[in-house]
């Protein structure tokens, strides 16, 4: 596993927007934005205040959990909902981005290249760790991240470091999944998805603004999109977290495609395979909050009963 979970804000976001925002500032911009399903917005709230910058962030109202919200309101950003799903909220900043520009105000969506040559350095890391691994599996949203990181690959083999690349495999939720759709389709049209569903709202994604990049990634490497389901998600989050791994929703969707390629026997068990964790348990925790239990205590007896299995 690739735990992306320890950066600054508590995902891969970081890797990109600590170079993004260092461009807006260097650019002499005076505020950033982005449109977000939230850890872009905690990651640009979080870098935009450090270079004393203003910043702005569009979500889709009530679809985003709320460890990142709070994040976004701990750093001082400014938060503007949109009744609808990341695709509107995305338009909003996509349709705009001459206006914004002329404001002083950066788009710092993965559309903006910088943003993905930070996050290139998965790859490096990937390679300083286990070297050039056979498959690579990576959550997608909007399809910037793993373009990225094949990209990192690639320059790595273009500049004679490594032979071959590995097969980039991504993974998205089977109710929000326009890219599997289109793969599996074998389109060469976008597949959209009107009204992406899934309990991992991070990747709760219609219209990946980078869905050609990541074909090409997939494509050129010679992996392949998979889907899952929820509960697949939430039981591989579970079997993570039941082994000291504690990751969000989206995160868990690459260990869930893990599991079901192994099951499959798509992949191999001797494959060495990286498992990209994007994000960190604490970034929803209304997801495990839904298992709550407890037992309630009366006094320092009834503790003693309880282990014992006397009481409880
Ligand atoms: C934990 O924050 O799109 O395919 O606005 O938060 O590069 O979009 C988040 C995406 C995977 C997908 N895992 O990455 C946003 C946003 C986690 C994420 C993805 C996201 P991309």
């Given at each position: 596993m690739k735990f992306e979970g320890a950066n600054p804000t508590g995902s891969f976001k970081d890797r990109g927007m600590t170079v993004g925002v260092s461009i807006a500032r260097a650019s002499g911009f005076r505020a950033t934005i982005v449109a977000s399903t939230s850890n872009t917005a905690a990651s640009v709230a979080a870098y935009s205040a450090r270079a004393g910058m203003e910043c702005f962030v569009v979500v889709p109202k009530g679809k985003v959990a709320r460890g990142k919200?709070?994040?976004?309101?701990?750093?001082?950003?400014?938060?503007?909902?949109?009744?609808?799903?990341?695709?509107?909220?995305?338009?909003?900043?996509?349709?705009?981005?001459?206006?914004?520009?002329?404001?002083?105000?950066?788009?710092?969506?993965?559309?903006?290249?910088?943003?993905?040559?930070?996050?290139?350095?998965?790859?490096?890391?990937?390679?300083?760790?286990?070297?050039?691994?056979?498959?690579?599996?990576?959550?997608?949203?909007?399809?910037?991240?793993?373009?990225?990181?094949?990209?990192?690959?690639?320059?790595?083999?273009?500049?004679?470091?490594?032979?071959?690349?590995?097969?980039?495999?991504?993974?998205?939720?089977?109710?929000?999944?326009?890219?599997?759709?289109?793969?599996?389709?074998?389109?060469r049209e976008l597949v959209v998805v009107e009204n992406p569903e899934t309990i991992a709202s991070a990747i709760r994604i219609g219209k990946p603004v980078n869905w050609l990049k990541a074909i090409k990634a997939v494509e050129e490497s010679k992996g392949f999109f998979v889907a899952v389901d929820d509960d697949e998600i939430l039981e591989a989050q579970r079997e993570l977290a039941r082994r000291g791994i504690g990751v969000e929703p989206a995160s868990a969707a690459s260990y869930a495609a893990y599991r079901k390629l192994l099951e499959m026997k798509a992949i191999d068990r001797d494959e060495t395979v990286v498992l990209v964790a994007t994000g960190h348990a604490l970034k929803d925790p209304d997801t495990p909050m839904k298992f709550f239990e407890s037992i309630t205590i009366r006094s320092p007896s009834e503790l003693i009963e309880v282990l014992r299995g006397t009481k409880g």
């Open positions: 919200v709070a994040q976004v309101v701990l750093h001082g950003a400014k938060i503007l909902e949109i009744e609808g799903f990341f695709d509107d909220a995305l338009k909003s900043v996509l349709e705009n981005v001459e206006k914004l520009t002329e404001l002083g105000v950066y788009p710092l969506n993965s559309f903006n290249p910088w943003r993905l040559e930070g996050q290139k350095t998965i790859a490096f890391e990937i390679f300083d760790d286990v070297g050039i691994p056979d498959l690579v599996i990576v959550p997608v949203g909007n399809a910037g991240n793993i373009y990225a990181i094949w990209k990192g690959f690639e320059e790595l083999r273009q500049l004679g470091l490594i032979d071959s690349v590995p097969r980039m495999v991504g993974v998205q939720a089977s109710r929000s999944a326009p890219l599997y759709l289109t793969w599996i389709k074998r389109s």
